[in-house]
């Protein structure tokens, strides 16, 4: 089983800042891309940002240049640190992740794996 669990979500002012972590757990044996999505009242669900196992980055233009993915490898977790937040962030904030995880007979097998959601809100 695997195991994603969000934090950090929360409400902020129009032009705040808040940072998101997914730490992923169960008998993981490689995580490759990771990535956050979000999905606001009445609308699909859609990528935020991705981020390769070696570091590679993929952003929504709506987000560029204010939101910043990251990953540490070695604790299996995300991040997105959002900054000069606005309105139009407001949504739930998903994180996804893909890999390889150990069965029962300790082969691996893929995963592609969501978190609950946490939820960010841009309110004055």
């Known amino acids: 089983q695997v195991q994603l669990v969000e934090s950090g979500g929360g409400l902020v002012q129009p032009g705040g800042s808040l940072r998101l972590s997914c730490a992923v757990s169960?008998?993981?044996?490689?995580?490759?891309?990771m990535g956050w999505y979000r999905q606001a009242p009445g609308k699909q669900r859609e990528l935020v940002a991705s981020?390769?196992?070696?570091?590679?980055?993929n952003y929504a233009d709506s987000v560029k240049g204010r939101f910043t993915i990251s990953r540490d490898n070695a604790k299996n977790t995300v991040y997105l640190q959002m900054s000069s937040l606005k309105p139009e962030d407001t949504a739930v904030y998903y994180c996804?992740?893909?890999?390889?995880?150990?069965?029962?007979?300790?082969?691996?097998?893929?995963?592609?794996?969501w978190g609950q959601g946490t939820q960010v809100t841009v309110s004055s």
């Open positions: 981020i390769a196992r070696g570091g590679s980055t």
């Open positions: 169960g008998s993981i044996f490689s995580i490759n891309a």
């Open positions: 996804n992740a893909g890999g390889t995880v150990r069965n029962s007979d300790n082969a691996p097998v893929p995963f592609n794996s």
